[in-house]
């Protein structure tokens, strides 16, 4: 069995591989301020409740985009588990072509992303990652990660408006009925949700075009289930990075 991990700067997430399938999850908030004592009991109250035993893991391979948190999620897993540790990165082969001015600035989540959508939906593709930002990543025809568009993340966009309007309280995001609001709360979640799925919906359409290719877009991330409701004609896929990182170890095992 195989363990995949997408450490991101909003959550760090973990998938259990076996025979080619995802049979168990794990996802929990990033938080630099955590030690590798406390990460690793975190980590142990996870693989407490699988069904599976530490010698039957073959391999862990891990995506980190938080440098301050590498090596210590790095050695939480190396103080559980005695099999090898995959870091993505540039002596890892991913067999994905990086056609931009500055290949090395790609982050690892970026291409797990790739692979894995190039993997399961063919290129070329558009792929929307709504995370900590929310990234819209261009596949073209041949296979190649051909550039990105990065705007602020759906969070990011709440919190600066709420902490720059001093009138404006917290609110918890659900999308409202009605576009227009007539409370806070709901003209908060109505700019920002409705605001942010228009452009989510602008942006892939832009870069669909520049692509030319008419092809539904897949929405991965952790604030994609979010807005799914708003963007229908998305593919919704949750373990995207998680499946690509499986498929780069496929390629670099042995």
């Known amino acids: ?94 067999g994905l072509a990086i056609h931009t001015d500055h290949p090395s600035e790609v982050g690892s989540d970026l291409v797990a992303a790739s692979v894995g959508g190039i993997k399961k939906y063919n290129a070329p593709l558009v792929i929307a990652d709504l995370g900590t930002a929310t990234k819209i990543i261009a596949i073209d025809q041949t296979g190649a990660f051909v550039g990105v568009t990065i705007a602020p993340g759906l969070l990011i966009s709440l919190q600066a408006l709420v902490g720059r309007a001093s009138q404006l309280a917290d609110v918890n995001l659900e999308i409202p009925k009605n576009l227009i609001g007539r409370n806070t709360a709901n003209s908060v979640n109505s700019g920002v949700l409705y605001g942010h799925a228009a452009l989510v919906k602008g942006l892939a359409s832009g870069v669909s075009l520049e692509l030319g290719i008419e092809k539904p877009i897949v929405l991965t991330g952790g604030y994609a289930k979010v807005l799914l409701p708003l963007l229908p004609d998305f593919i919704y896929d949750e373990n995207l990075v998680l499946d690509g990182l499986y498929e780069i170890y496929l390629k670099n095992r042995g």
Do not use: H, W
């Open 1 to 94: 069995m195989i363990i995949t991990v997408d450490l991101g700067n909003t959550a760090l997430t973990l998938g259990i591989y076996k025979d080619d399938q995802l049979i168990d999850r794990f996802s929990t908030m990033t938080d630099v301020g955590k030690t590798i004592s406390e990460y690793q009991l975190i980590l142990q109250q996870f693989f407490d409740t699988t069904s599976s035993y530490k010698m039957e893991y073959e391999a862990i391979i891990i995506s980190s985009v938080v440098p301050p948190l590498t090596r210590i999620i790095e050695e939480a897993f190396q103080n559980m588990f005695a099999c090898p540790i995959l870091m993505l990165g540039r002596k890892i082969k991913t």
